[in-house]
């Protein structure tokens, strides 16, 4: 269950980790990111990781070790795409998810209340990503015109930008006051 994965996690690897190494790292359920100054402490963060979950026959899921150069590539991470410009990780918005924001408001047509079904949807997702919004350009523009293609014409545009901004500070917050 996600609850007994976040517990054992917290035990097993948050807990060690911020014992053993000071890398800044972060967390969602099973999602693991670690920023490091260099490929070098980014090897050794990932070995000490490996070792710590080794532990308790957990291991880390994909491929190669997911190391990323953020000064020369981005690296995807639940619908964020992270690289660092001018010296601090910018966060922005993936294909995957402005995809799922499509999906979502198309299957918003079989809810009982398709209008109030899409408005909830656009809040939810706008909330999710409020990080990416600051550099995303024209974000609230490019909401409004995948509702207007399945038809949602009604939702409160104003409330999204107020929602937008709230979301983005709030992230913002989060970020700032709790940096492990």
């Known amino acids: 269950s996600p609850t007994a994965l ?7 690897h948050d807990v060690p980790l911020s014992a053993e190494v000071n890398p800044s790292w972060y ?14 402490e980014g090897q050794q963060v990932l070995r000490k990781v490996q070792d710590i979950l080794a532990k308790v026959n957990l291991s880390l899921k994909g ?4 190391i990323v150069d953020l ?22 918005l993936t294909e995957d998810a402005w995809n799922s924001l499509n999906q979502s408001l198309a ?14 949807v656009i809040l939810g997702w706008v909330n999710a990503f409020g990080f990416a ?5 024209d974000s609230i523009s490019k909401v409004c015109k995948i509702a207007d293609q399945y038809g949602f014409q009604e939702i409160d545009w104003k409330l999204i930008g107020t929602v937008m901004i709230q979301a983005r500070d709030r992230w ?8 492990v």
């Open 27 to 40: 967390r969602y359920a099973d999602n693991l990111t670690y920023l490091c100054p260099d490929e070098a």
């Open 107 to 120: 299957e918003a047509h079989n809810a009982v209340d398709p209008v109030s079904n899409a408005r909830e």
């Open 172 to 179: 913002e917050d989060l970020l700032k006051h709790h940096v």
């Open 71 to 92: 000064r020369t590539n981005s690296a995807q991470l639940l619908g964020f795409s992270l690289r660092e410009q001018n010296n601090k990780v910018t966060f922005n």
């Open 63 to 66: 491929k190669g070790g997911g």
């Open 133 to 137: 919004f600051e550099n995303d350009g």
């Open 6 to 12: 976040n517990v054992l996690l917290h035990y097993f």
